[in-house]
């Protein structure tokens, strides 16, 4: 022996060392089974459309979207507000400036007229100012009625002939009857004068004869017009008819006619006659009287 330490076999005792029959480095090591943890997980549809986030190894591939096909999924983040734009004017074609510049020149020269025409709004060229229309007056007339003249209305009166006396229970214009000897109860005829404005003569005529008739017999004769006897007159006409009744039990026959007169100012007056037809003789002889003196005032 020397005086040296056995340094043993070479290598470190602790460690196992290869037996004759192990290879080293051939044969590969067992393999563990793979992790769920180590798959790569596709993140899920987004129900924005579009692709998933990226995953670790790079972009995810695009996927399906209710909204369209690739389409990137929504940020959370709240989009930066859009700047406002300023005051922009709209497009206008440019056939419309000349004519636009036209209208605006005719608003200038209407607002001219205006103020020249003293702030009318009417005035101008076309519409010149309005002026009030009044109610035309009664014409004027030379006629001088008599002291017995009844005033009807409107410058017109009634002259009763003899034995007419005027009928109080009237109250539309002036009526005049003549009546049996000792009897005021039951008149033999009427003269009747009533007067309207702005109505036809021909409309009143009708509705006259056709009041008068109503509850009667009637024939009527047709429409007629008259020469008008004054200039101041503009429409006249007249109307014959026959009608009968009963009263108390006998039958009454009636002879009647209606005068209608319209002057330029708008009144209209009618004369409306009728009597019995055994009375027909003097009364239409004392009605030609009382309706000149009407025609006369008119």
Excluded at 103 to 109: F, G, R
Aim: glycine share 10%; aromatic share 6%; proline share 13%.
């Amino acid at each position: 022996m020397s005086g040296k330490r056995d340094k043993g076999p070479a290598g470190n005792p602790w460690v196992n060392q290869p037996g004759p029959d192990e290879v080293q480095g051939d044969e590969p090591e067992d393999q563990l089974p793979p992790s769920p943890w180590n798959l790569e997980v596709q993140p899920p549809p987004s129900p924005w459309g579009g692709s998933a986030a990226p995953g670790p190894d790079g972009p995810s591939t695009q996927t399906s979207s209710s909204w369209g096909d690739k389409v990137g999924p929504p940020s959370l983040r709240r989009p930066p507000p859009q700047k406002k734009k300023g005051f922009q004017l709209p497009h206008v074609p440019p056939l419309l400036i000349p004519i636009g510049a036209g209208l605006l020149v005719v608003a200038i020269v209407a607002v001219v007229l205006v103020a020249l025409s003293g702030g009318d709004k009417k005035a101008g060229p076309d519409n010149p100012p309005s002026t009030p229309v009044s109610t035309p007056a009664a014409p004027k007339s030379s006629y001088q009625p008599p002291s017995n003249a009844i005033p009807v209305g409107f410058g017109v009166s009634v002259v009763p002939a003899q034995g007419w006396t005027l009928y109080t229970k009237e109250k539309a214009g002036k009526e005049l009857a003549v009546y049996p000897p000792n009897d005021t109860a039951n008149a033999r005829a009427f003269f009747w004068v009533r007067q309207k404005r702005d109505v036809t003569a021909n409309a009143y005529l009708l509705g006259i004869v056709e009041g008068e008739t109503e509850n009667e017999v009637a024939q009527l004769g047709s429409v007629r017009n008259l020469p008008c006897p004054k200039d101041v007159l503009v429409e006249c006409v007249a109307i014959d008819y026959t009608s009968t009744f009963t009263s108390n039990g006998a039958e009454a026959r009636i002879k009647g006619s209606v005068e209608v007169y319209r002057r330029k100012d708008g009144v209209v007056t009618a004369l409306d006659f009728r009597t019995n037809a055994d009375f027909a003789p003097k009364a239409e002889a004392d009605a030609a009287t009382m309706k000149k003196s009407v025609i006369d005032s008119l």
